[in-house]
């Protein structure tokens, strides 16, 4: 049987995925999943995601170490350490910490996502990594993959899904079994990916952070392939998948 | 303000559509809209579309000159005039006729828009016209435009994500707002028009069909703008918008 691939285009759907048994590869492009592979590629150990700000001051509290960072309404709060730019995830400031991030949608998404055996985190910067990851262990353990996309509040995003569609249309053809939503996500892709984050920021979410002045950051999250990192979500903590 | 373009992906959401006062333009290419589309360029005078069976032979006992037709499971009922293949209905068989139509999911979608204002049912085959049409009635009565997707079983699907793309392709560009989904429908639209039914055949409900033998149905419903004909669903009847 062909592995068949799918996308659970809300956030509050990530649990059928997981009731699947899939492989997830949960995606936040603009910006949390971009922030990840910027942080784990800048010498971050862990990030640790969280759903509320309540779980991120109370871990904040036993580990004055850990690096407190996110944002809510697109903005840093006031007591954290950093907001939830990719940019400012520099060698300088995280190398070998630990970082705690809550943000709106992304870390939510991917706290829906614990219960499952494989998470992997995908942005543009890494989706031939991700992608190439995902579809060896998905051979390997004869599962299914499942995107499960972030979305702004929950809500359908288009950089998501163009972002999903980047990562699947790396998957060798043929071998894999694309439901609709998968195969519209690669087309989606298909169309843009000649000038990619000029059709990203005509989504809702890209318009807001360009309102609010994060417009470095969409640029940035659209370098297609720029790490080839892997981030795994498992027992709680992000790492770089060894 | 701009006329807002919204896609509703389910149809079992098109209670949003409905609430929010929108101009509703229905799909489902294969193959309900087809059809009606088809029905009405053969000269049928009305299609009642029904949620139900029994509804559906209620109506008929009521007035047995009306054609029944339709499906379950992709196939015509034994009791049924015809079933839901745009290509049974021909002048010879339609001319002058009313139709009593019920379908898996389209006819079911149609009835949820029921107490929507303005009503359209779109296809690939009258892209344009409906677009056209919509346009016209949007910027006239100041109304935002959503497109309902009937899916399959209330799921979303290829063909139908494409074919609001084909229509929302053809809205005047800078006096809209597209949503998130609208601009995915667009770009995926774009990026398999071309080669329309070789990429629907790919979808869920195109395979299925095929299994079926409805093979020609695919090709006959992914003909882009073959007819000026714009049927709307008003009172419980779709007929030829004068």
């Known amino acids: ?4 691939v799918d996308v659970e285009f809300a956030a509050k759907d990530a649990y ?3 009731k699947r048994g899939d492989l997830i590869i949960a ?7 971009s922030s990840i592979v910027n942080a784990l590629a800048n010498g971050v150990n862990a990030v640790i995601p969280t759903e509320t700000l309540k779980e991120a001051y109370r871990l904040r509290e036993q580990h004055p170490d850990f690096l407190l960072v996110g944002e ?14 990719p940019l400012e995830f520099v060698r300088e400031v995280v190398d070998g910490k630990t970082v705690i991030m809550t943000t709106t949608s992304g870390t939510r998404a991917l706290v829906r996502c614990r219960r499952a055996e494989h998470v992997l985190v995908g ?3 890494n989706a031939g990594a991700v992608a190439k990851k995902a579809v060896e262990i998905a051979q390997r353990n004869k599962v299914d993959v499942s995107f499960v996309l972030a979305g702004e509040k929950g809500l359908f995003s288009l950089e998501d899904f163009l972002c999903a569609g980047a990562i699947a249309s790396k998957f060798p053809a043929g071998t894999f079994d694309f439901s609709d939503e998968a195969l519209a996500a690669v087309l989606g892709f298909e169309r843009v990916k000649g000038a990619l984050s000029e059709y990203v920021r005509k989504s809702r979410h890209a318009r807001h952070l360009t309102e609010l002045g994060f417009e470095r950051d969409i640029e940035f999250s659209c370098m297609l392939k720029h790490f080839e990192i892997v981030p795994v979500y498992r027992d709680g903590k992000i790492t770089l998948m060894q």
């Open 16 to 18: 059928r995925a997981v």
């Open 27 to 33: 995606v936040d492009a603009l910006r949390c999943s």
């Open 123 to 125: 942005a543009f910067l």
């Open 1 to 4: 049987m062909a592995v068949r």
């Open 72 to 85: 809510r309404k697109g903005c840093k709060l006031k007591s954290f350490d950093l907001g939830n730019s």
